[in-house]
């Protein structure tokens, strides 16, 4: 599975974003996309991740719930996250990345990275 994220961009704080994260592949529909963020100086932290096609199950870090949304259209490769009301420490690089089976939070737990893309939040 090969993913690129696109999206990132300069928004003020409290506005919105939506990034994407496109997958080759056409099993992708049986694979659990995490979305992972790293600031300058920091890891690389979980921020949501949603489950394989049937029962979709979605999970976020404390940081982001309520404010950010991950979805996906199978029947375009493609998972989204989007990112509402937000803040000036949500600025990092994003990755997504995707694994065969259920989803994991940690980084460890993927197998298929993408490249990230910035995102970046002024005060």
């Known amino acids: 599975v090969q993913l690129q994220a696109s999206g990132g961009g300069l928004v003020q704080a409290g506005g919105s974003l939506r990034l994407s994260c496109a997958a080759s592949g056409r099993t992708f529909s049986s694979y659990a996309v995490g979305w992972f963020r790293q600031a300058p100086g920091k890891e690389r932290e979980f921020v949501g991740a949603?489950?394989?096609?049937?029962?979709?199950?979605?999970y976020y870090a404390d940081s982001v719930k309520g404010r950010f949304t991950i979805s996906r259209d199978n029947a375009k490769n493609t998972v989204y996250l989007q990112m509402n009301s937000l803040k000036p420490e949500d600025t990092a690089v994003y990755y997504c990345?995707?694994?065969?089976?259920?989803?994991?939070?940690?980084?460890?737990?993927?197998?298929?990275w993408g490249q990230g893309t910035l995102v970046t939040v002024s005060s």
């Open positions: 949603i489950s394989s096609s049937g029962s979709i199950i979605t």
């Open positions: 990345a995707a694994r065969w089976g259920p989803y994991r939070m940690s980084v460890e737990g993927y197998d298929y």
